[in-house]
Every structure is written in C-alpha cells, then in structure tokens.
T-cell receptor, first 120, second 113 residues
C-alpha cells in the first residue's frame, strides 16, 4: 500500500506555455500532498503544501501565481507551471501524506516518481 | 523556518563496513525525523523514521539515533552491501505545520565490493 503516481513522467515544452503535472495517491486517501523541486544532485526543496478543498500554502520565495496548485480530491493534486521559462526546468516531485496513527501528529510521506520538465 | 544540515556529502565504504550519516536541525519543535533513500532517477523511498518520543530505532541493518537536546540525529547502516549505494536524505518536521518536511542536502553513499 501507499503508492503515489505522477503524470507525466517527463515533458518538454516551449517557453511561455503552461504545463500541468498530476499527483495521485492510488490506494489511500491523502490528507495532505506536497510539491517539491529537485535540481540535479541536490536536495528536495519544498515548494508548497496542498490540502483538499483549501488554498495551498506556499513556501517563502515560491510564486503562487507561477506555480498553481489545485487539490481537487483526497487522491489528486495538480501543479501547473504557468508561462514556463528555461529556468523552470527541473525535476518536480510530489508526496502524499498518509496518517500513520501516531499521536505525534506528523504523517508519513510517500513520494511519487517525479516529473522531469524541460523548457526550451 | 527549519534548517537541516547533513554530513558528509559523499561517503565511500568497503562492503561489510558500517556507514554513518549525521544531521542537525534548528527548530526545537520538530518531532519527526525520517530518512529517505533515492537511487538514480528514482523516487525517494522511506527507509526508517524516528519520532521525538524515542531515542533510537532499529530495523535489521539500519538504525537511527536521536538526541533532542543537541538537535541531531544519525543514520547507521551496518554490514553495508553494494545495493546500499544511493543518495540518502534526512528530514525534519513537526505536526503543527501540516506535516511539512525539510530535507538535508543528501549524502551520496558508495559501497565498493
């Protein structure tokens, strides 16, 4: 259990276009989903936290109008990179949070396989 | 916000030896510390985690220790095997901020046969 999928796995687009990435929890309902960005050989940088039915919470320095997040259901969150530019090229990876039953409050995060975005 | 430091950035060991990766964190309110393994081109996989109500946790060849007073935690891998080669990330988080995790910069572990 705890499988997270992402679609597409890779995408190449022209500068100025918008790209939508989907993140799905396949066998559980995710209380929260997270979006990360990972540059080659670097760490995962948290971009935003997504909760079903409410606005996403963005980390400092992340443009909310640039990276639109929609959490339509307990199993689907989407990230849209609007007016993409070459500097937006990166590996985007989502995670879904599953309640572990711990009283400590922080749920276990399971990662999707990631989406490689290349903007020409 | 939380700041997680991870050392070393690269680690090479001989098969059968032990490997230790260390992390420190800045937010004393953090109470959850997972470790992820990421092989090249693949997703991060949770390998072990520890919560602040315990000081040590072990799962076969993998163990994690936590020192809340000093705000540091470590991953210990014993009897390393070539298939342990990967990038390992530590992370820290707290439930009061919707479970957000902040990651260290990663350690590239190479196990030589």
């Amino acid at each position: 259990g705890a499988v997270v999928s992402q679609h597409p796995s890779w995408v190449i687009c022209k500068s100025g276009t918008s790209v939508k990435i989907e993140c799905r929890s396949l066998d559980f309902q995710a209380t929260t989903m997270f979006w990360y960005r990972q540059f080659p050989k670097q760490s995962l940088m948290l971009m935003a936290t997504s909760n079903e039915g409410s606005k996403a919470t963005y980390e400092q320095g992340v443009e909310k109008d640039k990276f639109l997040i929609n959490h339509a259901s307990l199993t689907l969150s989407t990230l849209t990179v609007t007016s993409a530019h070459p500097e937006d090229s990166s590996f985007y990876i989502c995670s879904a949070s599953r309640t572990s039953g711990s009283i400590m409050g922080t749920d276990t995060q399971y990662f999707g396989p990631g989406t490689r975005l290349t903007v020409l | 916000g939380e700041n997680v430091e991870q050392h070393p950035s690269t680690l090479s060991v001989q098969e059968g030896d032990s490997a230790v990766i260390k992390c420190t964190y800045s937010d004393s309110a953090s109470n959850y510390f997972p470790w992820y393994k990421q092989e090249l081109g693949k997703r991060p996989q949770l390998i072990i985690d520890i919560r602040s109500n315990v000081g040590e946790k072990k799962d076969q060849r993998i163990a994690v220790t936590l020192n809340k007073t000093a705000k540091h935690f470590s991953l210990h891998i014993t009897e390393t095997q070539p298939e342990d080669s990967a990038v390992y990330f530590c992370a820290a988080g707290r439930g009061s901020t919707l479970g957000r995790l902040y990651f260290g910069r990663g350690t590239q572990l190479t196990v030589w046969p």
